[in-house]
């Protein structure tokens, strides 16, 4: 075979191998189907021109990122307010216990009343536990003068043009501590004015509720004898106080304030007791039963103190 008759054998094949695939033309639905792009493994990027559906957008995950920051923000900056505020809190609580520690009543000159010839009686315990009942037998059989530190608050907001007013209201409504400055001043008025009537013995209730008013009190007016500390059950004292304010018209005799006055004679007025407890000075009641049965020992207290038999 010649070479031209070689190549012309070979030449169509070699045409059909090389030569540009002719496009077939689909009907409209394959050719619209044919066109969408495929991913064919997840970690492809996306198609451009074509929006995802069904993820955040940039902005709404920018967004969301800001208010987390800002809430971290806020909230660690409140932690450390916090922390600041406890630090300090508990460096004043160092300070007067301190002061309460070193303070001794037989080292004061300095006083408004003579403590030789003046008795002061202080009578503690939580809100309902019956100090003001047992300061009126009190008064009644062995001539105390009772003074009441909440009455005296109370009275002192109703008087007109008193620049207290509000302040105390606010104080007895949210079981809050009256400045012991303003219950003081209050407190050696009265007692000023019976002593100038010729009564010597005092009882008061209800004072001191904080150390810093205990100091104050006696290192100015007058040391206390001892401490009358009526122990009664939460529980007692909250039935008795829900019923007393049926008809007592108190902004304080209600169940809010009531559990804020509880939580308040914990957190500051029981150490008060504590310290006079170092002293020698309180003397522990129960009041869990009758009022009847509950003075008879505390008449015996005060038979003992003041050798007399009422």
């Not at 401490?227 to 009664?232: D, G, I, N, R, S």
């Not at 009531?258 to 500051?268: S, V, Y």
Request: aromatic residues 8%; positive net charge.
């Amino acid at each position: 075979m010649s070479l031209r008759a070689s190549i012309s054998c070979v030449a169509p094949a070699l045409r059909s191998a090389t030569a540009r695939p002719s496009t077939r033309i689909l009907p409209v639905k394959h050719r619209l189907l044919s066109t969408t792009p495929v991913r064919r493994f997840s970690s492809e990027a996306p198609p451009s021109g074509k929006k995802q559906s069904g993820g955040p957008s940039v902005p709404a995950l920018l967004a969301v990122a800001s208010l987390g920051f800002a809430s971290y923000y806020i909230l660690v900056h409140t932690r450390k307010r916090q922390d600041l505020v406890k630090s300090k809190s508990a460096t004043a609580d160092k300070v007067i216990e301190q002061k309460a520690a070193a303070f001794d009543p037989k080292d004061v000159t300095d006083l408004t009343f003579n403590s030789a010839s003046t008795h002061h009686l202080a009578l503690t315990g939580g809100p309902g536990a019956g100090k003001g009942t047992q300061s009126e037998f009190l008064r009644r059989d062995y001539g105390f003068v009772h003074l009441s530190a909440g009455d005296l608050l109370r009275d002192e907001q109703k008087r007109p043009n008193s620049e207290y007013s509000e302040m105390i209201q606010n104080c007895l409504k949210n079981g809050l501590i009256v400045p012991h400055r303003v219950t003081i001043a209050l407190l050696e008025n009265a007692m000023r004015e019976a002593v100038q009537a010729g009564k010597t013995r005092f009882l008061i209730d209800g004072f001191p509720r904080k150390i810093d008013q205990a100091i104050e009190f006696e290192s100015v007016v007058v040391p206390s004898r001892f401490v009358l500390y009526f122990e009664c059950p939460e529980e007692e004292m909250l039935k008795r106080l829900l019923n007393r304010g049926k008809t007592s018209g108190r902004v304080d005799d209600n169940l809010e304030s009531i559990k804020k006055r509880f939580q308040t004679f914990i957190d500051t007025s029981y150490p008060v007791i504590e310290a006079y407890e170092k002293q020698g000075k309180v003397h522990s009641i129960s009041c869990a039963n009758s009022p009847d049965v509950v003075y008879g020992k505390v008449k015996k207290i005060f038979n003992e103190l003041f050798n007399e038999n009422v």
